[in-house]
């Protein structure tokens, strides 16, 4: 069974600040995935992962992807408040025509001012 | 907006009960993936539907069922709701599923008291 874990699970850091949030993952995969969700809302994606040294950089957040050591990282720079949010990573796995989603837990992500 | 629609938005029901969500997929769109998310859980995979057909079922007993409609709109039927059943529903729909290019709805809200 496919586990992936992300730590830390709650995050609180001020504006400003860098931080890297980490995702394992126990079985080989080549896709994964990140996303926000606010309270009550749904998962907005974030960056898609599809080989190994992939590097995603969009605004403050960059994701990288490393299948060798089944190891994501979304490294955040200089913390902004509009950044709280709880950030999931997801790991694809199946056959291609059945391919699901694994999800970590997520990181709740407080940016203090 | 990702195109990808689901209602009710909220659902209040008691254990026992019996419910229908349904998930209308973004156009063309022939694949689509159901997941529940418990609170302060990561989301888990339920089951996705292919041309109308199962395709992938996750770790969550028969009284979880799905159909998908040849318009591909689909519906997630719980029968004898279980308190634990309470949660956020999302579907999500791709092409072939693709899951690169999945988009997710805005999900639904199933309360069981």
């Known amino acids: 069974e496919l586990k992936v874990e992300q730590n830390p699970l709650f995050l609180s850091m001020q504006e400003g600040k860098n931080y890297t949030i980490y995702c394992n993952y126990s079985?080989?995969?080549?896709?994964l995935y990140w996303y926000r969700q606010d309270p009550g809302k749904s998962l907005e994606s974030l960056f898609v992962l599809l080989s190994n040294g992939a590097v995603k950089q969009e605004g403050r957040l960059m994701a990288s992807l490393d299948t060798k050591a089944r190891l994501s990282t979304l490294h955040i720079t200089a913390a902004v408040h509009d950044l709280s949010a709880t950030y999931f990573c997801a790991v694809e796995w199946g056959e291609t025509s059945g391919s699901r989603l694994t999800f970590g837990e997520g990181t709740q992500l407080t940016v203090n001012p | 907006e990702t195109g990808v629609t689901q209602s009710p938005t909220h659902l209040i029901k008691t254990r026992g009960q019996q419910v229908t969500l349904r998930c209308s997929s973004q156009s063309g769109h022939n694949t689509v993936s159901w997941y529940q998310q418990a609170l302060g859980q990561g989301p888990q995979f339920i089951f996705q539907?292919?041309?109308?057909?199962?395709?992938g079922r996750g770790n969550f007993p028969p009284r979880f069922s799905g159909l998908q409609f040849p318009n591909y709109s689909s519906e997630l039927n719980v029968n004898a709701l279980e308190l634990d059943d309470s949660a956020l529903y999302l579907c999500a729909s791709s092409l072939d599923g693709y899951l690169w290019e999945q988009y997710f709805g805005p999900g639904t809200r199933l309360t069981v008291t």
């Open positions: 079985t080989t995969s080549d896709r």
């Open positions: 539907y292919y041309r109308e057909e199962e395709n």
